[in-house]
């Protein structure tokens, strides 16, 4: 099993940066896609950025410019690079992998989330 961590969040006044961490691990697997989304309380989860690999990362318009996500294939670990945060910014935000794990007799696909890490942006 598959299993998403997060890590990085806190709290943070307006402007300043933060740095989000997504490690996979356990057993043997490939990644296709990692994703951040986040949730906003009383919102619904939007979609943040996405990294496939091979391709380039895609944003949300309410985020280009400011963050950035970065692949660290020897950690299984996505970056989400946060600068210039706003306070609409604050949610939890949450990590999706997705890709193919090796069952010990045949190949199938997992998509596993992570707990989320909170990200609060003050005045």
């Known amino acids: 099993q598959v299993v998403v961590e997060e890590s990085g969040g806190g709290l943070v006044q307006a402007g300043g940066s933060l740095r989000l961490s997504c490690t996979a691990y356990g057993g043997a697997f490939s990644i296709q896609t990692m994703t951040w989304h986040r949730q906003a309380p009383g919102n619904q989860r939007e979609l943040v950025a996405t990294f496939t690999e091979g391709d380039s990362p895609r944003y949300a318009d309410s985020v280009k410019g400011r963050f950035t996500v970065s692949m660290d294939y020897a950690k299984n670990t996505l970056y989400l690079q946060m600068n210039s945060l706003k306070p609409e910014d604050t949610a939890v935000y949450y990590c999706?992998?997705?890709?193919?794990?090796?069952?010990?007799?045949?190949?199938?696909?997992?998509?596993?989330w992570g707990q989320g890490t909170q990200v609060t942006v003050s005045t």
């Open positions: 999706n992998v997705a890709g193919t794990y090796y069952t010990g007799t045949y190949y199938a696909e997992f998509d596993s």
